[in-house]
């Protein structure tokens, strides 16, 4: 556990901050690719909507993170509403406020929205993959007590730590499920899983949207399971956390969105397809 990295006083290098930064950049570098390669989408351009959907998904994983954990702010702590370096971001908040001005930009810009999100879509979950290295190098999202092998303790005044689960006079916790890094294996999992089917699928334009919210819906949803940090029960009541219910309501909608997409979008790359077979003939 290392939540800061380099430590000048006044001047502080925060691992979760830079851990988002760099998933950021990583991701960045891939869709700048890809994007001039499928679309002809020029690097300048990328960058400009790249940026704003940094700050739109940063806001909205902030502004659900209020909503779900308001216990967590105060207004005698005004630094605390803004001080993402001591974590605070959910992410499924990220996604409805990001797409939304993706949506706008494209069109903006007249571009395709839905080969642009088979562009984009496949490298979120490695950028995500990133900033959750970042939860475990600062000790949050940790995970419930197990007697697995693997389990991973955290040091006294790690947020497990300041929870109580800890032996009294313990140094460390109890052994906790690296939920954080089921998270990692589980994102990298997805990304493979996306730019695959991105090669194989035909059929229309827009597959790695239903893929990814379905894929990740459900993954977020085992996960929750293994969880330890006292997730709110605010609309699931004692059998699902709130994270789980929106979890699932990710993967529903992923879901009804390929059987709407399969019956009513077109596809470039069926046109391209025949377009190539006619100036064979």
């Known amino acids: 556990m290392h939540p800061v990295l380099l430590d000048l006083g006044r001047v502080k290098l925060h691992t979760y ?16 690719r890809d994007a001039r390669r499928r679309l002809g989408i020029e690097p ?26 308001p216990h967590d702010y105060s207004l005698t702590d005004p630094v605390g509403w803004v001080a993402l370096w001591r974590g605070g971001l959910v992410f499924q908040g990220a996604l409805p406020a990001a797409l939304a001005y993706y949506y706008v930009a494209m069109r903006r810009k007249n571009l395709s929205f839905w080969a642009g999100l088979d562009v984009a879509l496949p490298y979120l979950p490695l950028a995500h993959a990133f900033g ?17 092998p693997w389990g991973i303790r955290f040091p006294e005044g790690s947020p497990a ?30 990304c493979g899983l996306l730019l695959l089917a991105r090669r194989a699928w035909r059929r229309f334009d827009g597959i790695a949207a239903p893929a990814y919210l379905f894929l990740y819906g459900v993954g977020r949803f085992i996960v929750e399971f293994f969880r330890g940090d006292n997730n709110p029960r ?4 004692l059998v699902l956390s709130d994270q789980q219910v929106i979890a699932l309501g990710m993967a529903l909608f992923g879901a009804a969105l390929f059987v709407v997409l399969w019956r009513y979008a077109p596809s470039s790359v069926l046109e391209a397809d025949a377009a190539r077979k006619d100036a064979k003939s």
Do not use: K
Not at 132 to 148: A, E, I, N, Q, S
Not at 167 to 190: E, K, N, R, W
Not at 234 to 237: A, L, P, S
């Open 44 to 69: 300048d351009v990328v960058n400009a909507i790249g940026f704003w959907i940094l700050i739109t998904g940063v806001l909205g994983a902030r502004l659900l993170h209020i909503l779900l954990y």
């Open 132 to 148: 959750r290295v970042g939860c475990f190098m600062y000790g949050c999202c940790y995970g419930r007590p197990t007697d697995l």
């Open 17 to 32: 901050g830079l851990m988002i930064a760099i998933g950021f950049l990583v991701a960045l570098f891939f869709i700048r």
């Open 161 to 190: 730590w300041n929870e109580g689960l800890h032996a009294m006079d313990a140094a460390c916790t109890h052994a906790l499920h690296p939920t954080q890094l089921y998270s990692v294996f589980g994102l990298l999992a997805i």
């Open 234 to 237: 605010h609309i699931g009541g």
